[in-house]
């Protein structure tokens, strides 16, 4: 099974700050016959059930905002939030579609400070 | 608009049986390739399995922790996919998702409480 890592655990910023989160999968997810990074990120704010918010690695979902932004390839991948919004507080999964079974990382909650 | 309603969960005991289902709309269910995950309470996301349109094989694969004890199914007549527990353990405790998706999850119904006690 492929191990999703998340780093850190959790973080508490002020509004309008930049928050990263990393995510670290124990092998590549990057498939290299259509050059795409089966990584995704989802957002769980309290009480509701996950959102998916970034897909590819870098593909925002439509309707999310542009403060979102996905980045990286292969095994190392973060999610920048800039200009931290109240809403934003939630814990923020990765997870890879490389390979069955499909793994979640274990979660980064994003506190305002 | 694509919306996911689980039902089917309360309280089971220990070696007993559950069934779930998740009623779909919103989307075209019959080339819909479906997976369930779960959160036990305070805890993060974990993939049970997912399964393939009927007509793209109608086959399922399972994370290891359920494999052999939970099965999913759907009946593309009703837009309605099951998730079938066996054998439950108390560590089977949780709020159990649908999801739309098979490599990505794009969307969530608002899951069902499962709790698994004697």
């Known amino acids: 099974d492929i191990v999703m890592t998340q780093s850190p655990d959790s973080l508490a910023m002020s509004l309008g700050e930049r928050a990263t989160i990393n995510c670290k999968s124990s092998?590549?997810?990057?498939?290299?016959?259509?050059?795409?990074?089966?990584l995704a990120w989802y957002q769980q704010k309290p009480g509701q059930p996950p959102q998916l918010l970034i897909y590819?690695?870098?593909t925002r979902k439509t309707g999310v905002p542009d403060r979102f932004i996905g980045s990286g390839s292969g095994t190392d991948f973060t999610l920048t939030i800039n200009d931290l919004q109240a809403e934003d507080v939630a814990v923020y999964y990765c997870?890879?579609?490389?390979?069955?079974?499909?793994?979640f990382g274990g979660g980064t909650r994003v506190e305002i400070k | 608009e694509v919306q996911l309603l689980e039902s089917g969960g309360g309280l089971v005991k220990p070696g007993g049986s559950m069934t779930l289902s998740c009623r779909t709309s919103?989307?075209?269910?019959?080339?819909?390739?479906m997976s369930w995950v779960r959160q036990a309470p305070g805890k993060g996301l974990q993939y049970l399995g997912r399964?393939?349109?009927?007509?793209?094989?109608?086959?399922?694969e399972y994370a290891g922790p359920v494999q052999g004890r939970f099965s999913i199914s759907r009946d593309e007549s009703q837009d309605t996919l099951f998730l079938h527990m066996n054998r439950v353990k108390t560590d089977d405790t949780g709020i159990y998702y649908c999801?739309?998706?098979?490599?990505?999850?794009?969307?969530w119904g608002q899951g069902t409480l499962v709790t698994v006690s004697s």
């Open positions: 092998q590549s997810v990057l498939y290299t016959s259509n050059n795409k990074d089966y």
């Open positions: 590819w690695a870098s």
């Open positions: 399964i393939k349109s009927n007509s793209d094989g109608g086959t399922a």
């Open positions: 999801v739309y998706g098979y490599i990505f999850f794009s969307a």
């Open positions: 919103g989307f075209t269910f019959t080339q819909a390739w």
């Open positions: 997870q890879q579609g490389y390979s069955a079974p499909l793994t």
